[in-house]
């Protein structure tokens, strides 16, 4: 099973909401990844999560708040939102080798529709 | 720093024909490359990878890309097209950093497959 599913699928809120993007993957995998993608942009690395830790913060704003409960799930708290945040996020995860991590293949999910208003 | 860029924002091939993607690397090391297909509204789908040996990697769905180190390309290539095909292609290139496998995307091709 090469699965990373992803809930909700679309999501509307307003700037003043507070809401969160569920992923979640029973591959085994211990790198977990936020993208953010603009129409007609490649993804854009938001977080990677390396053994439920934090490891990499592209220097995304606060209003955005990653969270790795556990190995299998991966969770993006939205507070406080702009109208330039509407995107599609998609979640990714992979193996991860330590030194052989460059190899590894990113497994995506089909991403959440977001809409700021 | 590495980059990935993909010369053709568009492609525009009929059923039947013959497809090629063009993809240029800059990487300091031995680059680690992919490429991924994304339907419309959906996550990306991996296509085929190159880490090491033979130049030329088989992928999913017909695609095969060849990996050029003189050329620092990795082209992807399909003999012939289905209409299902249609979609935006990327490339990408692997690098280990902190943690986990960092990629840097080229910017895409959109591909259209006329009837």
């Known amino acids: 099973d090469t699965e990373v599913t992803q809930t909700p699928k679309h999501l509307v809120m307003g700037m003043t909401n507070k809401k969160s993007l569920k992923c979640e993957q029973h591959m085994g995998h211990r790198a977990m990844y936020w993208y953010k993608q603009k129409a007609k942009k490649p993804p854009e690395l938001m977080f990677v999560?390396?053994?439920?830790?934090?490891?990499i913060n592209e220097s995304v704003p606060s209003r955005f708040s990653p969270e790795c409960p556990n190995s299998s799930l991966l969770n993006l708290h939205l507070h406080a939102l702009q109208p330039e945040d509407s995107a599609l996020y998609l979640c990714?995860?992979?193996?991860?080798?330590?030194?052989?991590?460059?190899?590894?293949?990113?497994?995506f999910g089909p991403g959440t529709r977001l809409t700021v208003l | 720093a590495q980059s990935v860029t993909q010369p053709d924002i568009h492609i525009t091939v009929s059923e039947g024909a013959s497809l090629e993607l063009r993809c240029n690397y800059s990487y300091g090391a031995t680059p680690y490359l992919f490429w991924y297909v994304q339907s419309p509204g959906q996550g990306l789908q991996l296509l085929l990878k190159y880490f090491s040996g033979d130049t030329l990697v088989q992928g999913i769905k017909g695609f095969e890309a060849e990996f050029k180190r003189s050329q620092s390309s990795f082209n992807l290539r399909k003999p012939s097209v289905h209409w299902s095909d249609a979609a935006e292609y990327f490339c990408?290139?692997?690098?280990?950093?902190?943690?986990?496998?960092?990629?840097?995307f080229g910017g895409g091709t959109r591909v259209l497959v006329k009837p």
């Open positions: 990408a290139v692997g690098d280990k950093k902190a943690a986990g496998n960092k990629l840097t």
């Open positions: 999560y390396s053994y439920e830790k934090l490891s």
């Open positions: 990714a995860s992979s193996q991860e080798r330590g030194a052989q991590a460059s190899t590894d293949t990113q497994y």
